[in-house]
């Protein structure tokens, strides 16, 4: 049971570039989000996922698209890169009462 | 969405108990408290969940007094290994999902 998994590790973009974060998980949890970290901070809600087929925005989804087409897998997209999404993006999935965080990808974009 | 206030930071020594204070004043009737522990490059963990009175596991106590108004969390004898961000979240049975993450108490445990 590896609970829950991200990657890559670290990534660095130029601005204007796209790329996919990926983020599984094998608990077969119905609810899925993306977090970002900027240094110092809390952790703000990208997007989240209720189930496979359903998602919805958090408070920062600007720049960001997902999708859920498993339970297993909710990866998260940016578009075009901006050197304001430089950032620890977590993604989690949750039971009924607990969040199951992943170790995180650390992005730069420069 | 119940706005949570934390103090910014903590000190404290090794063996001591340290409680941290979250006040959460708009809570809800179906909300429950939850608070996560984070250390540095890793995700937050689960440490506790209450709705009312008192909760206790492993790891942490939880007081939650009758107006709800805020909760405290109580950590026995601390360790240098518990120097870590403390987060308070409010929220539904289903807490998590479109709860805010505050700033979080930073808590630094000196031998």
């Known amino acids: 049971n590896a609970g829950v998994t991200q990657t890559p590790k670290f990534q660095v973009l130029k601005t204007g570039q796209s790329m996919t974060l990926q983020c599984a998980q094998d608990?077969?949890?119905?609810?899925m989000s993306w977090y970002r970290q900027d240094p110092g901070m809390g952790l703000r809600l990208i997007h989240y996922s209720v189930g496979a087929g359903i998602t919805d925005q958090g408070e920062v989804p600007n720049g960001y698209n997902v999708s859920r087409s498993t339970t297993e897998d909710f990866p998260l997209r940016l578009l075009s890169a901006a050197p304001s999404q430089t950032s620890v993006y977590f993604c989690?999935?949750?039971?009924?009462?607990?969040?199951?965080f992943g170790p995180g990808t650390r992005l730069t974009v420069l | 969405l119940a706005k949570t206030t934390q103090p910014i930071s903590m000190d404290s020594y090794e063996g001591q108990e340290v409680n941290i204070t979250c006040s959460h004043n708009?809570?809800?009737?179906?909300?429950?408290i939850t608070w996560y522990q984070q250390f540095p490059s890793q995700g937050p963990r689960f440490i506790i969940q209450g709705y009312k009175t008192k909760v206790t596991n492993e790891v942490a106590s939880l007081f939650i007094p009758a107006d709800r108004k805020s909760s405290t969390l109580s950590l026995p004898r601390v360790s240098l290994s518990d120097t870590a961000v403390y987060y308070c979240l409010v929220g539904g049975a289903l807490v998590g999902f479109k709860t805010i993450f505050g700033a979080g108490t930073r808590l630094f445990v000196k031998a």
């Open positions: 989690a999935s949750r039971s009924s009462d607990t969040q199951y």
């Open positions: 708009n809570i809800a009737t179906n909300d429950y």
């Open positions: 608990m077969n949890h119905e609810y």
